[in-house]
Nanobody, 122 residues
Framework: QVQLVESGGGLVQAGGSLRLSCAASGRTDYAMGWFRQAPGKEREFVATISGSGRNAYYGDSVKGRFTISRDNAKNTVYLQMNSLKPEDTAVYYC?????????????????WGQGTQVTVSS
C-alpha cells in the first residue's frame, strides 16, 4: 500500500510560480504522475516521471512551463509550475504505481493523493 500526500497549492497571480510536493510512503521506485481536474472538466494529465527519474513526460498544455522531478532519498516528487495561467486553476492530484504502461492515463495508476488546490488569478 502506498500513501501519497500533496502540498504546496495555493493562490497565485497569473505569471507567477508554485511548487507542489507529493510525499510517498513505502517504495521509492514507483512511477509518479500529476493530474489535475477543474470544476466541470475531465481529469487532465499534467506530467509523469519514471521511478529512476530518468524519463519525464508532459501534457501539451504545460510543456515548457512545468517541470516534474523527484528526490528518491526523500521519497518525494515535485511539480515546479512557472508562468501560471488562470486556466491552470484546478485541484492537482499526485498518483503512483509500479508499472504504468500508459503514463498519461489516470486509470493506469492505483494510488492517489487527496489533492491540493491551485488557483491562478488574472
Amino acid at each position: 500500500q502506498v500513501q501519497l500526500v500533496e502540498s504546496g497549492g495555493g493562490l497565485v497571480q497569473a505569471g507567477g510560480s508554485l511548487r507542489l510536493s507529493c510525499a510517498a510512503s513505502g517504495r521509492t521506485d514507483y512511477a509518479m504522475g500529476w493530474f489535475r481536474q477543474a470544476p466541470g472538466k475531465e481529469r487532465e494529465f499534467v506530467a509523469t516521471i519514471s521511478g529512476s527519474g530518468r524519463n519525464a513526460y508532459y501534457g501539451d498544455s504545460v510543456k515548457g512551463r512545468f517541470t516534474i522531478s523527484r528526490d528518491n532519498a526523500k521519497n518525494t516528487v515535485y511539480l515546479q509550475m512557472n508562468s501560471l495561467k488562470p486556466e491552470d486553476t484546478a485541484v492537482y492530484y499526485c498518483a503512483a504505481d509500479l508499472f504504468v504502461p500508459r503514463p498519461s492515463r489516470g486509470t493506469d495508476y492505483d494510488y492517489w493523493g487527496q489533492g491540493t488546490q491551485v488557483t491562478v488569478s488574472s
